[in-house]
């Protein structure tokens, strides 16, 4: 069974840093990675995403920012998220997807999601 199991949300002032977590179990393989975003009254973004041979692609509005990386050895995949802004706070849903497409922070398809971790920066 797959599981996607993110951790290291939480509240931080603006500016301050957080670095999300998702471990992923079961036979998976996956071509893409990313974190996607969601806050109450919105549709669900893409953030960034990494694929197989480590590219990487990033929403304009965190570039520079945020940094998405993995450690395939641990299964686990990162969201290291500096100089935060009150408009960041949202649900950070990790994805997985078989295929390697991606674009503009996300990848095209997602075939597995996470259940979220809250992330709240107060001004």
């Known amino acids: 069974q797959v599981q996607l199991v993110e951790s290291g949300g939480g509240s931080v002032q603006a500016g301050g840093s957080l670095r999300l977590s998702c471990a992923v179990s079961?036979?998976?393989?996956?071509?893409?990675m990313g974190w996607f975003r969601q806050s109450p009254g919105k549709g669900r973004e893409g953030v960034a995403a990494?694929?197989?041979?480590?590219?990487?692609t990033y929403a304009d509005s965190v570039k520079g920012r945020f940094t998405i990386s993995q450690d395939n050895s641990k299964n686990t995949l990162y969201l290291q998220m500096n100089s935060l802004k009150p408009e960041d706070s949202a649900m950070y849903y990790c994805?997985?997807?078989?295929?390697?497409?991606?674009?503009?922070?996300?990848?095209?398809?997602?075939?597995?999601w996470g259940q979220g971790t809250q992330v709240t920066v107060s001004s």
């Open positions: 994805a997985a997807s078989r295929t390697r497409s991606k674009d503009r922070g996300r990848c095209l398809w997602v075939h597995y």
């Open positions: 079961g036979y998976i393989y996956p071509n893409c």
């Open positions: 990494i694929d197989s041979d480590g590219s990487t």
